[in-house]
């Protein structure tokens, strides 16, 4: 594993400096984005970096954290610090995950197997999509014993739920987290006015088109249909087909030939989510899995205790990075509200707005188990493929120690609101 310990990794930066080298990915949050959109195309760049609407929810959540100060002790023995957490029977070396990106092959060819192996490199977990690039077996690979959850979208079709969720017991998931706020896809302008769907064109689509009860069912309405629908033949057109082909199982000149790659992505846009989904659902999921279940998106106390009820095994608090409600609450606000209305009950995951190690300290002190990292890694992805998500990974892991140390504490569990103030 490598040593993310602060020290160690800033000496390592300065002595490559010595040497005439600069990091390969930009330090600071602000230089690696300006950096990400000069190589990443604009459709890459809308879906990664876009919000709803006008985009007040993306700021609401970086606003969040400058409501809150670190006030740091002095004067105490830093000298060992301790960043581990644990979470559902795991020792983790730090309390950050790699959060779910659909799509993530828009940044950088690869995903989502090379994020899974940089992810494996720090022990970190990384959580896979199920709007992935890869199938989720195929990453697991590239992660070994190193840990690993599965986020699932709730499909109209149980029996796709049910396969997804034995194919994350099998490859040894340590958890599952359930969606909930994107049972709908919310409005977003910069994917709007660019006509980008990247699931239209096959992309983000593996998970499905890897699962047999997602072919069969691929298959029925292919032998239900009298004949395919007319479609419109242009330039775009034919670049969609060669994408939908190009993605789907099996020899490219077969699918050229078959109705099956364009049937599939026909198929994902009307069952992959359910708009209808309830808490009946939510509580039938400790029939259908032995796994620990998280719920992501919940931002109202309520709906937290109401999880307790249902039995969950922790909650991931998250406005899906300001990509749904526009004028949405902030993550870390709700947070607050939750964390005292659960109490200490569950682990509690705070996603959305995470951009250094100073915001893991403060979402950790206003109480947070742990923390997923979204849009970074992904730029760092763009930047420098894997090596670009290890190395913005374990930055943000390195300032976190620092930040930990330098404000007199040696322990995630002696972060608590005492280090804070409001601003």
């Given amino acids: 594993m490598t040593d993310n310990r602060g020290r160690a990794r800033q000496n390592a930066i300065y002595r490559a400096g010595v040497l005439g080298r600069k990091p390969a990915v930009p330090t600071s949050f602000d230089q690696l984005e300006r950096a990400a959109k000069r190589v990443m195309s604009p459709k890459a ?11 007040g929810t993306m700021r609401a959540n970086r606003e969040a954290f400058d409501r809150w100060q670190i006030v740091p002790r002095v004067l105490r023995d830093v000298s060992s610090r301790d960043t581990g957490v644990e979470l559902f029977g795991r020792s983790l070396p730090s309390p950050v995950l790699l959060a779910p990106v659909g799509a993530a092959e828009l940044a950088h060819p690869g995903a989502d197997v090379a994020i899974a192996s940089a992810a494996a490199e720090l022990g970190v977990p990384y959580i896979f999509s199920s709007q992935g690039c890869a199938p989720m077996e195929e990453s697991a690979a590239a992660m070994g014993d190193s840990p690993r959850w599965y986020q699932l979208y709730w499909s109209t079709d149980d029996d796709l739920v049910d396969s997804f969720l034995a194919r994350a017991e099998a490859i040894e998931a340590d ?20 006509g980008s769907l990247p699931f ?81 659902d939510i509580e039938s999921l400790r029939e259908r899995t ?13 709906d937290a205790r109401r999880a307790i009820d249902a039995g969950v095994g922790g909650l991931v608090v998250s406005n899906h990075g300001g990509r749904q409600v526009d004028g949405s609450i902030s993550a870390l606000d709700a947070l607050v509200d939750i964390a005292e209305a659960v109490d200490g009950r569950i682990p509690l995951v705070l996603d959305s707005g995470i951009r250094s190690g100073a915001d893991v300290f403060k979402a950790i002190a206003l ?14 992805f763009a930047l420098g493929g894997r090596d670009g998500v290890r190395d913005v990974t374990a930055n943000l892991l390195a300032e976190f120690d620092l930040t930990m140390g330098l404000s007199g504490l ?10 804070l103030r409001r601003a």
Avoid: C
Wanted: glycine share 10%; charged share 20%.
């Fill in 200 to 280: 239209a064109q096959g992309q983000g689509i593996a998970q499905y088109t890897s699962d047999p009860v997602f072919l069969r069912i691929v298959r029925e309405r292919i032998a239900a249909a009298a004949e395919s629908a007319p479609v419109e033949v242009t330039l775009g057109a034919v670049k969609s087909l060669l994408s939908m082909t190009k993605r789907y199982p099996g020899r490219f000149l077969d699918n050229i030939r078959s109705p099956e790659p364009r049937a599939a992505v026909e198929t994902f846009l009307d069952i992959y989510s359910r708009p209808s989904l309830g808490w009946a």
């Fill in 367 to 380: 109480g947070a188990s742990a923390v997923t990292l979204g849009r970074p890694h992904l730029y760092g």
């Fill in 175 to 194: 958890a599952v987290v359930v969606t909930l706020d994107t049972t709908m896809l919310g409005w977003r302008p910069e994917d709007l006015d660019l």
């Fill in 290 to 302: 032995s796994l620990p279940v998280l719920l992501k998106g919940v931002l109202h106390p309520d």
């Fill in 410 to 419: 040696t322990s995630v569990a002696e972060i608590d609101r005492s280090a």
């Fill in 45 to 55: 760049w809308a879906y990664v970096h876009g919000g709803a609407g006008l985009g």
